[in-house]
């Protein structure tokens, strides 16, 4: 986006939490939220699966003016996770000029950011939805442009899951992206179809390297964690709805 206006006003209250990697930066943005702009702060603390909980706590306020901040590592997963409850709307962002497209009321920030996180929290906040921004010159946006994205933002929250039982997807992961410690309700197949990822399985006591044309089948349950070293991409399949848990993840992590 252009320059941040102040045509849109701030949150009355932000929910905000990290996972331990992005807890520094964390801490360092709200002090910046409490302490400059006046802004009040519900700090969750840290944990894996602290996505989820912002999510909750955005998704029950109603609409009513409550946004959430969360800072980790890998932030597609923990947008994911936060999405899923009803009027959440959380996505990553790694540069001023996303605002303008995007009307999220949860802002996911990582530490890896090449850009100023400060920088774009305050875009955030004071950058009103379908601003000019760089990409449509400086000008307002068409009609037809600004009618298509109130409209993608009314379908977005009607989206459901078509098939639960099985379902399937073809997944991609930036190099030196990480998926912490985690279960699912059912088990998985993977097919790498290209790059070179690592898989823990910390139930199991055992490691899988895995790159292109490498398969591996996960059990539900199974408390795994994984890395990729290279641009990834792989096919994935669920036995069964499928859903992700950290709880479990962590208490494995403690023993």
Partial sequence: MATPTTNTARPAKIIAGATPFGAPLKDALVSFLREELGIEVIDLGTGHSIAADVGLRVSSSGGSGVHGLVVCGVDSISSMLANKFPGATATGCRSVDARSICNSNILVVSPLTGGSAKDILLAWLDTAFKSPCPVSNGQPWSDDVQESLDRFHIKMTKIGIIQENPTSATMKFKAQSVE????????????????????????????????????????GGDVHMVKYHEDTKFFVKWHGHCDMFFDTAEKAIDE
């Fill in 180 to 219: 912490p410690a985690h279960h699912h309700t059912s088990g998985h197949e993977q097919l790498v179809l290209k790059g070179k990822m690592s898989v823990w399985n910390l139930s199991k006591k055992k490691r899988y390297d895995l790159v292109a044309g490498n398969y591996l089948f996960t059990p």
